[in-house]
C-alpha cells in the first residue's frame, strides 16, 4: 500500500492550495482517508476526513469553510482544496488510509493504518 501525498507550496496568505493523495495497492473505495497536518515541535493535528463512499465529511474548526476535502474513487485519489490560507496553516500535510474509521476516532492518528510521506506548505503573511 501507498500514498502519496503533493501540491504543496508556498504561498502568501489568502491564497489557496490543492493537495493530492494518491493511493495503490489497496481497494481505494473501501477506506476513509484523512489530512493531517504538523508544524515543527507541533504534535500531529488532525484536519479533515472524508469517509468511504465520499458523503460524509469532517473538519477541524479551524479550517471550516475554508477548506475541502473531495475524493475520486475512480481515480484512487483524495483532494484537499485550501483557501484563505492563513499563517498558521504552515505546516507538513500528511494523508493517511484506514479501513475502520468512526467519527469518533477520526481525529486520531492511531486510528489510520496507512500514511503518505507528506507535503509540505507555508504561508507567508
Known amino acids: 500500500v501507498q500514498l502519496q501525498a503533493s501540491g504543496g507550496g508556498s504561498v502568501q496568505a489568502g491564497g489557496s492550495l490543492r493537495l493530492s493523495c494518491a493511493a495503490s495497492?489497496?481497494?481505494?473505495?473501501?477506506?476513509?482517508v484523512a489530512w493531517f497536518r504538523q508544524a515543527p515541535g507541533m504534535e500531529r493535528d488532525f484536519v479533515a476526513v472524508?469517509?468511504?463512499?465520499?458523503?460524509?465529511?469532517y473538519y477541524r474548526d479551524s479550517v471550516k469553510g475554508r477548506f475541502t476535502i473531495s475524493r475520486d474513487n475512480a481515480k484512487n485519489t483524495v483532494y484537499l482544496q485550501m483557501d484563505t490560507l492563513k499563517p498558521e496553516d504552515a505546516a507538513v500535510y500528511y494523508c493517511?488510509?484506514?479501513?475502520?474509521?468512526?467519527?469518533?476516532?477520526?481525529?486520531?492518528?492511531?486510528?489510520?493504518?496507512?500514511w503518505g510521506q507528506g507535503t509540505l506548505v507555508t504561508v507567508s503573511s
Open positions: 495497492g489497496l481497494t481505494f473505495s473501501s477506506y476513509s
Open positions: 472524508i469517509m468511504r463512499a465520499g458523503r460524509i465529511t
Open positions: 493517511a488510509a484506514s479501513t475502520s474509521i468512526i467519527l469518533t476516532s477520526a481525529r486520531s492518528p492511531p486510528s489510520y493504518a496507512y
